[in-house]
């Protein structure tokens, strides 16, 4: 029997993949929508390119809300859920607060909302509440919207917010000067 994991490393672990997801995102997820898109079967591969975006981040937001999940409760007890929405509601309400109040400071006044003036971190998570079950199946979106910028802010705020939670302890160098 191999012995668990520290629930701290486990939620590192979580947030680094989360992370990642992110950064490959940002890294290879612009194309120009102006030159002819490659043809598969005769019809344009752009619709497909374009759900991977979505799914992918939803991945990542899944990935960093599930590590503060860990983080808070202090357990390897990784829920079994996509739904954003809900992953946020599992979260301790004092990690719920400080993550809407940074949004609330940082975010919503770069993405003000027309529709909604209490557009806060908890719309953003129940407009895509579903976003990585849906995204993976957009041939069946009837019509789909996805507010890429302020979503990958939003995780990054996650990220930025739980990276400063953890203190790292580098030991001394062992090399003399």
């Known amino acids: ?81 996509h739904d954003l929405w809900k992953l946020f509601s599992y979260m301790s309400v004092d990690t719920q607060e400080r993550l809407k109040t940074r949004y609330e400071r940082e975010l919503a006044p770069r993405h003000p909302n027309v529709f909604f003036s209490d557009y806060g971190l908890e719309r953003v998570l129940e407009d895509a509440r579903h976003a990585f079950v849906l995204w993976r199946y957009a041939y069946e979106l009837d019509k789909a919207r996805f507010d890429h910028s302020r979503f990958i802010e939003t995780i990054e705020m996650m990220l930025s917010e739980f990276e400063s939670r953890i203190v790292v302890e580098r030991a001394p160098s062992l090399s003399r000067p």
């Open 1 to 81: 029997m191999t012995p668990r994991k520290n629930p701290l490393l486990t939620a590192i672990d979580i947030a680094s993949h989360s992370k990642a997801i992110l950064l490959h995102v940002q890294k290879d997820g612009t194309f120009d929508p102006m030159p002819a898109q490659e043809e598969f079967c005769g019809t344009s591969l752009f619709p497909a390119q374009m759900s991977i975006q979505p799914m992918l981040l939803a991945l990542s937001m899944e990935m960093a809300l599930k590590a503060w999940i860990v983080f808070d409760a202090g357990k390897n007890d990784v829920p079994k859920e």
